[in-house]
């Protein structure tokens, strides 16, 4: 809850990264942080925001392997949820799991209750294609389609669906730009290859490709891992700022990166969830031993 | 000691290999030289503009040719979109219709898994069944059941069916290599099944489809048996003009002169081969332009 209950290490560490990757100004940075800490509406950090997605005893899987062992959570609207664990703890088998992506797999499967917008998710009523639209992903590659340029990377959401128009083509390339905190970097030259940026300027776009769909929710499964960490403060900014409007929620490796950018922690083990609750206090109170264990780094 | 030894192997397997390069390629150019030899004198506008003749010296290669091409034309416009869309099913939408694990749903997995390594298992041994079976099929169905007659669509279409296990499989090979990175984005972005399919996948492998389609292609304009079961004729004085002609084709009207005793019909024949190989090397040629065409664009 409160900064200074932060571990002195933890923010050296910090400090260490943009210093050596000549990050030009951290203060900038912290900036990000200061927004992020500062609740949205009301006095406090401990007023309820209203839930976004609801999951309830979700299963997942490959085949006969079960990846996620029944996991409930609440997603709060407006809020980062960060979701933390080591590797093949079902993170992103998780997120998958929201906006129906998990499917895509050959032999995956998927039960349990999902609430998202009046509805679960899993419920023979409910279109995969239409609910992605709704709930948007950004991957953990940069993945800007190679045969589009920067303003069709951009639309492609729309072009692909067929749902734009010409007239608003435009408008969207630039808000949606502007909101991913790229299209100063690349106003004057919308037309060139969208491959032709920057790793972290891909990711932007993607953001940007995804903002273009007017999802109500933004998944990010470990954005930041392709990333120098130059980049990567970058797209934390804009993860701070994308709160505003969207709901976010982030599979991240890195500790770190959950302590900086996100409202709630999740930690997930062996396809469980161990502790969900705000992010200063599963990094400075948890309330399970293996979470602790694992923030503290006995494992993982 | 053990560095020399490793040496002499070391030059000893290069060479092997570049004699394995050049037996081939030896055999080819003396086949291409003795062809040429033999039938490059008698290539001329007359040859590729006349019709068959009793006697050597007037005859013609014209109907073959254009009924090669109409065939080549024909056989491309009915194996690619077929063969496409087989690999696309088999590769885009076979086995991945249903979610969750009620008992009917993972019935319908196991049924499409089977149903699709089915279906793969058989169009490999498609590919090697003997064009003259093909001939045959082609006889019973396009020729008798369906009523097409000794028809340019009968062939054209015997053809096809030769060659749509070939292009099924190079087609998959080409919608494999698309990296599942550019399809999750496009899915995430609310794409349906046939709009990624249709704008992200197939575009991406459209240069590997075309490369495996023409090769293939080009293989069946030298194909003989199936389209001599099929009854192509042998003497034609006419171009075939529209889809249920009566028709020739290159490797027929070639294998007609070398089967007369006369000398002069084995130049005729030569020349005709001469025909042959400059059209397929010419689709050969068009499938590495578009690849590279292609390719570059993806770029």
Known sequence: MNMNLNTPTETEQRMDVYASSGYPESDDHLDARDRMRTPLTGDTDEEPRPTEISVRGLRAGYGTKEVLKGVSMDIHANEVTAIIGPSGCGKSTFIRCINRMHELVPSAYAKGDVQFAGNNVYSSSVDPVLLRRKIGMVFQKPNPFPTMSIRQNVLAGLTLTGRLSGSEANTIVESSLKEAALWDEVKDKLDEPGMSLSGGQQQRLCIARTIAVKPDVILMDEPCSALDPVATARIEDLIAKLRADYTVVIVTHNMQQAARCSDRTAFFLMGELVEITNTDRIFTAPKDTRTEDYITGKFG | ?299
């Open chain 2, 1 to 299: 000691m053990q560095e020399k030894r490793s040496t002499w192997r070391e030059t000893l397997f290069r060479n092997a290999c570049l004699v394995a390069v050049v037996i081939p390629l030896g055999l080819l150019a003396l086949l291409i030289g003795d062809v040429v030899a033999d039938g490059i004198g008698r290539l001329n506008g007359q040859f590729l503009s006349s019709y068959p003749s009793r006697f050597a010296s007037r005859a013609g290669i014209l109907p073959g040719l254009v009924g090669s091409i109409m065939l080549v034309v024909l056989t491309a416009s009915l194996a690619i979109p077929i063969g496409v869309g087989a690999a696309l099913y088999l590769e885009e939408y076979a086995g991945q219709e249903t979610v969750g694990d009620s008992l009917a749903a993972r019935a319908a997995r196991v049924w499409d898994r089977y149903f699709a390594t089915v279906i793969e298992i058989n169009v490999a041994n498609l590919a090697g069944v003997p064009s003259v079976i093909y001939g045959l099929l082609g006889l019973q169905i396009f020729v008798r059941v369906v009523g097409m007659g000794r028809s340019l669509l009968a062939g054209g279409a015997t053809l096809a069916l030769l060659v749509l296990p070939v292009v099924i499989i190079a087609s998959r090979e080409a919608i494999r290599t698309v990296p599942r990175h550019l399809r999750e984005a496009a899915y995430g972005l609310g794409a349906t099944r046939w709009q990624v399919s249709r704008r992200i996948v197939l575009p991406s492998a459209a240069p590997g489809i075309l490369t495996g389609a023409i090769l293939a292609i080009s293989r069946a304009i030298g194909e003989t048996a199936p389209i001599i079961v099929i009854g192509a004729l042998t003497y034609v004085t006419f171009v075939p003009n529209n889809l249920s002609s009566e028709f020739t084709a290159l490797p027929i009207q070639i294998f007609n002169w070398v089967s007369r005793p006369q000398e002069e019909f084995a130049v005729n024949a030569a020349a005709g081969i001469i025909v042959l190989l400059v059209t397929v090397f010419s689709l050969n040629l068009i499938a590495v332009l578009l690849r590279n065409r292609l390719e570059r664009r993806l770029r």
